[in-house]
């Protein structure tokens, strides 16, 4: 696997179209962060890490009856091509309905704790 972070989005988006309660992924630092950041923005039910050697990421899917309250995922840096923002160009997601990640050097954060501290970084991803 050669992006980490397409595969999380891509993984979350055909189990909230599948209607899945929760979903496993294999683990890696910056999914957990990314993981948390959309449990604690209200788009996931639960995020835990399993496993002692061979960690795994067990993400549970939050719904609104039968439809996922994630309508969409968008990435925005990729391997190819990384996308970098400074603090006062971290764009709002559909007016402020979403959510943008990114990575800072203070760690993973919302692009509205990132303006808040006035740091900049990679822009990660769009969630709504």
Do not use: F
């Not at 009856?65 to 995922?73: E, P, Q, T």
């Not at 968008?74 to 309905?97: A, D, F």
Request: hydrophobic share 35%.
């Amino acid at each position: 696997m050669h992006d980490p972070i397409s595969d999380l989005l891509t993984r979350i988006r055909n189990a909230g179209a599948a209607q899945h309660p929760s979903l496993v992924i294999p683990h890696s630092k910056m999914k957990e962060s990314v993981a948390h950041i959309l449990k604690r923005e209200g788009y996931l039910n639960d995020v835990s890490v399993e496993g002692d050697k061979l960690k795994s990421l067990k993400l549970g899917l939050r719904y609104d009856g039968k439809k996922s309250v994630i309508v969409g995922l968008r990435q925005i840096s990729t391997p190819g091509l990384r996308r970098y923002v400074r603090s006062t160009e971290i764009p709002r997601v559909l007016g402020g309905m979403g959510v943008a990640i990114v990575s800072t050097s203070k760690g993973v954060m919302s692009g509205q704790d990132a303006k808040k501290q006035n740091l900049g970084g990679e822009l990660v991803c769009y969630v709504w």
